[in-house]
């Protein structure tokens, strides 16, 4: 164990211990502990395997941003785990990823040995291409290797309950270190509503690590006083034009607040040298958080390479902690008044130094530093390399807010260097480098955001600008730049940990001419792992500098994408909840024990266990089918004849009250979009139907032009609020006796009439039309009585032989009478004279109307295909969709329906067919997954062609 | 021939909620009243035992739709329901308005069409200091009560169907979505105001909370 | 893309809540040739700047209305009901009469 004394402020709770499973192995932990910091405190260094090589990987960042330390949590993990910021919770099984058989003893380590020829960028693109007749067991291979961690294999284990929130602001402020505590602060303090999204287990951010936390607690305190709401653990994904998605344990918070700020700081960055990833090699903030909020001793002797002053506070902390610092390699060649300090302490400090190679073999052992300019090594014996590679502002989500970066030459890094309107920074991200200057932009930025809600009074004012111009003048930053790579020459100098890219790979991805930094990005990898760019960003940048001779302004950096931070897809997903209509008979259907499927939006009956036999009853006695789901518009007004003249092809001004017209709706391109009938139910009303498909689309499609041309025209969609019941067959009419007073003979209640009459004591609209090509009565009523109706019908047909029957039957039924199916049997081509409809386009009609002048067009020049009707002499059924061949054998067309029909006891369908073939008895070829079919063209119905049965 | 066919009138026939099924399965106790087989109590009764969330089916309550011009509509402002005569009178459009709870007494006239839509729309009522939180769960509409103070009507998305809010007290929020999609809206709020604790109350519980109320 | 719009009855939503209606353009008043009507039909401007659109309000009030927006940033100028007297942009302008300068 190497656990400390206690630390003040440690977020350990030593009174209470808790245990878990590591690969199988019991590791003792305390409340408040992560995972890595239990793992290390019980001596463990190699906490992974990396991607490509398997090289051993230890802690490093101990913030959750580099991706040394992913590992599995009870199965689920992968890219979203990270040990070291991971809380232990009793009893847990942590698993390690991406090393097989185990973590010590990893087979493919070789790729490392082995390495050089087999592992350049692009190795699997050079290698795995060729023999072609290999790359099902490549691929095997492959998926084995790619990828950390595994996914569970069955549904029930890999789902949990995650959901969204919503959540309105006035503010967000991003980030809850010292400036997001004073911005939330300052915005809530006057009156705004303000959300706090902070990442950290605790808000405080760079604050939790030191020893001495100013005024944090009572800064906290405040804020949550002033009425702001934290969101804990709550990591920003991204910045979605104002709105945020925070990810806080299994909620998605989606955060719309009218003013930003964000407080995300910096990052700190690594150095590029030979052996950088042994694990022992730690970042100076890692160590300092694993000694203050852990009390574990990252080791016993350090060496530390730093560019700033971080690494010399580092240096002070540790040997505070009982660390002995053998040496510290501070890159700047000036020794500060800091440096002087930690010498007179006893601290070897080797100015303009750095370190160039970490050796090892399980974990650090030796590091070498060496002085910038030239000059002769030092080796020291050491098991920690502690370094500080300066930093880079955490900006991605201000970035994506659309604030811009530039290259600040001073700081050797893209700082932010402009903002959008209503988004603010503070904090380190902004550039304030001291716990001082922090909490002053903080208070800075909540006010501005305060104010520019119109919050606020003389006094904020002049306190904001008290604090701008005491901010407007930055002392300039005490760093040195490191160099792009050390020590190049004596082992691998990783530039990207995630995907095992080295400084070697990116001066061969130039050389094989990906010199853009997002060309190297996607051929080398590099920025594209889990760490997204946080560790491996500015290096990549410095080095494809220097090998290309470009300024780091003009190399650029990479587009920041969210999410980021890893997240798992179903936190993305949130419940899985999918809309679905229903009809207000579906319970009767569920009775029933029908088929059900989706139908667009709708859950529909498809059938009740036999399709042809429901569709062969419906010919011999009577059907029931439930067709609420048809699209239904009430159009009133004093316009509403002349509106739907202008809609349709055809004509309704001069339709009759109480009569029923076919209408076909057309684009302007004269192509069909949707159909249906209209009855006119008095002078200025009429009750349109539309596919079932079709009703939103049309509704929005009649509004459209309704707000265009401003007719006196009252819409209102009727679509849900109306069932309706299509009775239908040689019965149909005597059921209908048994539950209405009303006179159903052929003489009072003819083809194509519309009648109001009460059913089973309920007020309804009674279209009798014949889609199904039966005497057929379609009845419409309040939804609230669908189980009513349906109920009656069906107690009164049942001694008639009534039954239920479903869309596959009416589908089989529809097909026996050539009605076509919108969008089954026409696509975004179909004109309606290719429909064989010509005679419901009325190009006589006095006024204009959409889709005239194409369908003026193509009245006159053909439209080269046709819809008709085929049968097959055979009995085969082609698959919907076939290729129709004409004469040379070339796609011609495409059959577009297909069914055995019961009463006939053929195959009947439907094709588009060149023109040339349209004609009874014309023979066309049918290419059908590798089978060549003959069928026999026939444009009349097949049942009852000429409609006698329908109309009597 | 008139549109009388759309009108939900009490005769002989039960009219039934699109929420029936699943508020049988969570123990709906039902009762025919005014021709509506309403859910009039759940299990145990009272006021949801005390929930810090409850939702009641209230699809019955009657809804009219008035189009015609601004004038004949009369005054109406937007995003603010009035109650009058025992319903809220919504304005929707510049020459739409919905009138929800009682038929209004208006006939249809030249510049005025009356048209009866109590079936286009099913209707919830959520209840208690956790309803907000509870559509924050499925609706993005900000019912902050800065943003949406008591009767304001807010028509938007909810559980990624259009629907329509009214804040008609502190705690207490009416919402109309699709009739057709009453079985989905029925599970996406008891998902979200179960696992906040919630259940369903039955119409005479939810009169017990507005009597509370008042 | 997840931007506000304020529909000119419901106020200020979710683009979510919207149907998009696609760029203003005039319909022929008089019959066109077939290329100016194909060019009405299937040729859009696409610009990439300050657009004017129709949007729906689909999960709301469904009322079509007019929008001007910066396509490259999603900024809305502002929106307003057709013949509301809106205050027609620079994009109003441009709009194309029958395919205009898309010919």
Known sequence: ?952 | ?214 | MSFLLECPNCGVREVTDFGFGGEVSARPKSRPSFRELNTYNYFRRNVAGVQREWWFHRSGCRAWFIAERDTTTNDVKFTALPGSGDPGGEAAKAAPEAGGDLL
């Open chain 2, 1 to 214: 021939m008139s549109l009388d066919f759309l009108r939900v009138d009490a005769g002989e026939a039960v009219a039934h909620s699109p929420m029936e099924a699943p508020a049988r399965v969570a123990g709906a106790r039902f009762e025919v009243r005014d021709g509506w087989n309403v859910a009039v109590e759940f299990g145990l009764g009272g006021t949801g035992s005390g929930a810090q969330v409850s939702w009641a089916d209230v699809s019955h309550l009657a809804k009219v739709e008035l189009q015609g011009s601004a004038d004949a509509i009369g005054e109406l402002p937007f995003g603010t329901a009035v109650r009058r005569d025992e319903a809220w009178w919504c304005r929707l459009t510049q020459t739409r308005a919905l009138v929800i709870g009682r038929r209004p007494e208006l006939a249809d006239a030249d510049d005025l069409n009356v048209v009866d839509v109590t079936c286009n729309f099913a209707a919830l009522t959520l209840v208690g200091p956790l309803a907000r939180e509870t559509f924050a769960r499925f609706c993005a509409l900000d019912l902050r009560p800065q943003v949406t103070p008591v009767a304001a009507l807010r028509p938007g998305s909810i559980g990624r169907q259009p629907g329509l809010v009214i804040r008609e007290d502190e705690d207490r929020y009416l919402f109309l979505f699709g009739w057709a999609t009453g079985e989905y809206m029925w599970s996406v709020v008891a998902d979200a105001a179960g696992h906040l604790g919630g259940g369903p109350i039955g119409v005479d519980a939810l009169r017990e909370v507005a009597a509370a109320h008042a």
């Open chain 1, 1 to 952: 164990m190497s656990r400390l004394n206690p630390q003040s402020g440690e977020r350990i709770d030593r009174t209470k211990t808790i245990s878990f499973t590591f690969d199988g192995k019991k590791v003792e932990a305390y409340e408040g502990d992560t995972i890595g910091s239990a793992l290390y405190a019980a001596g463990r260094r190699t906490f992974g395997r990396s991607f490509k090589y398997h090289r051993r990987r230890g802690l490093m960042c101990v913030a959750g941003q580099c991706p040394n330390c992913i590992c599995a949590v009870d199965g689920v993990g992968g890219g979203g785990v990270r040990a070291c910021i991971e809380p232990v919770r009793e009893g847990i099984t942590v698993t390690h990823v991406n090393a097989a058989p185990s973590l010590e003893f990893d087979a493919m380590r070789a790729t490392d040995i082995a390495g050089g020829p087999f592992t350049p960028p692009g190795f699997y693109y050079k290698t795995f291409i060729r023999p072609r007749r290999l790359w099902p067991l490549y691929e095997k291979i492959l998926r084995n290797a790619a990828g950390l961690g595994k996914l569970r294999r069955s549904q029930p284990e890999r789902e949990w309950r995650t959901e969204y929130r919503r959540r309105h602001a006035d503010v967000l402020v991003t980030g809850g270190g010292v400036a997001g505590l004073a911005a939330a602060l300052a915005a809530a303090r006057l009156g705004a509503d303000v959300v706090l999204a902070d990442e950290g287990a605790e808000p405080g951010g760079q604050q939790l690590i030191e020893s001495e936390r100013q005024g944090l607690a009572a800064l906290v305190a405040d804020v949550r006083d002033a009425g702001v709401e934290i969101i804990d653990k709550g990591s920003a994904l991204g910045y979605f034009d104002g709105l945020v998605a925070v990810w806080q344990r299994d909620t998605l918070h989606q955060v719309r607040a009218g003013r930003h700020v964000f407080a995300t700081g910096v990052i700190e960055q690594p150095l590029v040298f030979a052996g950088n990833d042994l694990p022992g090699v730690m970042l100076a903030g890692g160590a300092r958080r694993l000694v203050s909020l852990y009390a574990v001793s990252p080791g016993r002797r350090a060496v530390v390479a730093t560019t700033s002053d971080r690494g010399l506070h580092a240096a002070q902390a540790l040997r505070a902690a009982g660390v002995q610092i053998v040496a510290v390699a501070d890159l700047r060649p000036e020794t500060g008044a800091l440096a002087q300090q930690l010498r007179s302490e006893g601290i070897p400090v080797f100015s303009g130094h750095t370190v160039i190679e970490a050796r090892g073999s399980k974990a650090v052992e030796e590091a070498i530093i060496q002085p910038v300019v030239g000059g002769s090594e030092h080796a020291f014996e050491c098991d920690l390399v502690v370094v500080s590679g300066g930093t880079i502002p955490a900006s991605s989500l201000l970035l994506q807010a659309g604030a811009r970066s530039a290259y600040d030459a001073g700081r050797g890094h893209f700082a932010v260097s402009e903002l959008p309107a209503n988004v603010f920074a503070a904090g380190e991200v902004a550039g304030a480098d001291t716990d001082l200057a922090a909490a002053a932009s903080g208070e800075l930025a909540g006010l501005r955001a305060a104010h520019a809600l119109g919050l606020g009074d003389d006094t904020s004012a002049a306190r904001e600008a008290e604090l701008a111009s005491s901010l407007a003048e930055p002392a300039a930053p005490d760093l040195a730049v490191a160099p792009p790579v050390s020590g190049s020459g004596r082992g691998k100098c990783f530039a990207c940990l995630c995907e095992d890219v080295t400084a070697k790979d990116v001066h061969l991805s130039i050389e094989e001419g990906y010199d853009s930094i997002e060309l190297a990005k996607r051929y080398t990898t590099v920025t594209m792992g889990p760490c997204q760019g946080r560790m491996c960003q500015l290096p990549s940048v410095r080095l494809m500098a220097q090998e290309t001779g470009q300024g780091l302004e003009q190399v650029g950096v990479t587009t920041a994408r969210p999410p980021w931070v890893s997240v798992p897809m179903g936190i993305l997903g949130g419940r899985p909840v999918e809309p679905a209509k229903r009809s207000s008979i579906h319970e009767r259907h569920r009775a029933l024990k029908a088929t059900i499927k989706w139908a667009g939006d709708w859950r529909r009956a498809y059938d009740y266990g036999d399709p042809e036999g429901e569709a062969l009853n419906v010919n011999r006695a009577a059907g029931l089918i439930d067709v609420s789901t048809l699209g239904k518009l009430i159009v009133r007004g004093a316009d509403a004849g002349e509106f739907l003249d202008r809609l349709y092809p055809n004509r309704f001004s001069n339709l009759k009250p109480g009569r029923i017209r076919y209408g076909v709706i057309s684009s302007d391109a004269g192509r069909i979009v949707d159909d249906g009938t209209i009855c006119r139910i008095d002078e200025d009303s009429f009750y349109v139907t539309t596919t079932s498909s079709g009703a939103g689309a049309m509704e929005e499609w009649f509004s459209w032009w309704l707000a265009d041309w401003g007719d006196r025209v009252n819409l209102t969609d009727v679509t849900q609020g109306v069932g309706a019941v299509n009775l239908a067959g040689p019965r149909a009419r005597e059921i209908m006796a048994a539950v209405t007073d009303l006179d159903c003979s052929n003489e009072a209640f003819a083809y194509l009439d519309g009648k109001q009459a009460q059913i089973a004591g309920v007020q309804c609209l009674i279209l009798r039309i014949g889609f199904v090509g039966e005497v057929g009565y379609e009845i419409h009523f309040p939804a609230a009585y669908g189980q009513h109706i349906w109920d009656a019908l069906m107690e009164a047909g049942a001694p008639l032989g009534l039954r239920p029957f479903g869309l596959e039957p009416q589908r089989i039924l529809r097909l026996q009478k050539l009605h076509i199916l919108v969008g089954q049997d026409t696509d975004s081509e179909s004109t309606p004279f290719g429909a064989a409809m010509p005679w419901i386009v009325k190009l006589d009609k006095e006024q204009d109307f959409i889709g005239k002048w194409a369908l003026e067009h193509y009245s006159q020049h053909g439209a080269g295909v046709a819809l008709v009707g085929f049968t097959m002499p055979n009995g085969d059924v082609p698959t919907e969709g076939a290729v129709v061949l004409d004469a040379q054998g070339t796609p011609a067309g495409q059959v577009t329906s297909s069914r055995h029909s019961p009463v006939l006891d053929r195959t009947i369908g439907m094709a588009w067919v060149p023109e040339a073939f349209a004609e009874d008895g014309a023979q066309i070829t049918i290419s059908d997954e590798g089978r060549t079919l003959t069928a026999e063209i026939q444009t009349k119905p097949f049942y009852d062609p000429e409609g006698e049965v329908l109309r009597s």
